[in-house]
């Protein structure tokens, strides 16, 4: 009787602390970047100064998701907001290149919402599953486009928590300044100094880049530039750490993308699947490609005769070489299109058809006289 009076106990002890060790809905995912940086916790708080490492986000900013139940996690990422797989949340090719789980996070006081609070929350965040990343900064938390953590901000602030303090910070008290001095092709190969900050109280960092008003990234207050960075939320005293006992790295980009690395011929003329202009390529797929008649008709021609002038490509030094600089127009062409919208490529299209009904009418005008 004793033994069967013990045994339950141990079983009703072990259920209760599942229950309480099971990650909350609604709980705040955070990770790392690239090389496990993240703005925020270093001073140097640089920023990239090519325009493909700009276009790719190769921002070392880190990441944030939130965790709806089930193994499951809805964040920002581009081209779009998605639901997807927890284990998802950190893939594979991110750990390869030193991206690491920083921990969970939930609001003070969490433990007393009510389950109504919480499926309120939930349904909120499915509902923006879909709508655009914020590629350039420009809104952030929404509510048509999204960063990630713009994202898991603006769903707390819809029902009635404010993780961070809003505001501006352009330096001084409150944070951190760095002086950051750029030089690439953007700034013609010349020194050009940008002032560089990162807020710890309140939202907005206010930045300076050689690009930022060319290609028009960040939000404007003021007549400075702004961006909200992850680490700012993650460092607020109104979250506190919880422990996570779900899987959060280690999958694909997204449920069921078992396509990921089919960019057959630029994987063959770098050398690899993760190199930086792919992931370039990867998101104007995804964002225009896959959205259009046009783009998956050439999609499937790409997919039936890819892998076999991948497979030659492979085979000689000199064909990679060759790739790799026919591939630079279609780069800078993506970083325009993603950048500023499909209107660029419509109105040189329009001026190419123009130019060649011009010539077409020239020639027969000249060969009738």
Not at 87 to 112: M, R, T, W
Not at 281 to 288: N, P, Q, T
Not at 337 to 344: E, N
Request: aromatic share 12%; glycine share 8%; proline share 4%.
């Amino acid at each position: 009787m004793k033994k069967t009076v013990f045994i339950l106990i141990l079983v009703s002890f072990v259920f209760a602390s599942s229950e309480v060790l099971a990650l909350q809905r609604g709980a705040i995912l955070y990770h790392t970047s690239k090389d496990d940086t993240i703005y925020g916790r270093t001073a140097a708080l640089e920023l990239p100064c090519s325009a493909i490492q700009l276009a790719h986000r190769e921002m070392k900013s880190g990441h944030v998701g939130l965790y709806i139940g089930n193994e499951r996690i809805i964040h920002a990422v581009a081209p779009s907001v998605e639901e997807t797989a927890s284990v998802n949340f950190i893939p594979q090719s991110y750990l390869d290149e030193g991206c690491h789980y920083l921990g969970a996070k939930v609001p003070v006081g969490f433990d007393a919402w009510l389950e109504e609070q919480v499926d309120q929350l939930i349904l909120l965040a499915r509902e923006q599953v879909g709508k655009p990343y914020d590629i350039q900064f420009r809104h952030q938390k929404g509510p048509d486009t999204f960063t990630c953590v713009g994202l898991v901000e603006y769903l707390y602030e819809q029902v009635g928590y404010d993780i961070t303090p809003a505001g501006y910070y352009a330096g001084g008290a409150g944070g951190l300044t760095y002086t950051q001095t750029y030089n690439c092709e953007a700034t013609l190969g010349f020194d050009w100094a940008g002032l560089n900050t990162f807020a710890e109280l309140v939202e907005f960092s206010s930045f300076e880049h050689p690009l930022a008003d060319s290609l028009n990234v960040g939000m404007i207050h003021e007549d400075r530039r702004y961006m909200f960075f992850p680490y700012t939320q993650y460092m607020q005293s109104t979250i506190v750490d919880v422990a996570t006992d779900i899987p959060v790295s280690g999958g694909g980009a997204s449920d069921g993308d078992g396509d990921w690395n089919d960019c057959f011929i630029a994987t063959a003329a770098y050398g690899t699947p993760l190199h930086p202009h792919l992931g370039l390529l990867r998101e104007f797929r995804e964002r225009y490609l896959r959205t259009s008649s046009a783009g998956l008709l050439f999609l499937s021609i790409y997919e039936r005769y890819g892998p076999s002038l991948a497979a030659l490509i492979n085979q000689y030094d000199i064909l990679r070489g060759l790739t790799r600089i026919a591939l630079l127009p279609v780069l800078g062409l993506c970083i325009l299109i993603l950048h500023t919208g499909p209107l660029p490529l419509i109105a040189f299209s329009v001026a190419l058809c123009v130019l060649v009904v011009y010539r077409v009418r020239r020639r027969r005008s000249l060969q009738e006289a």
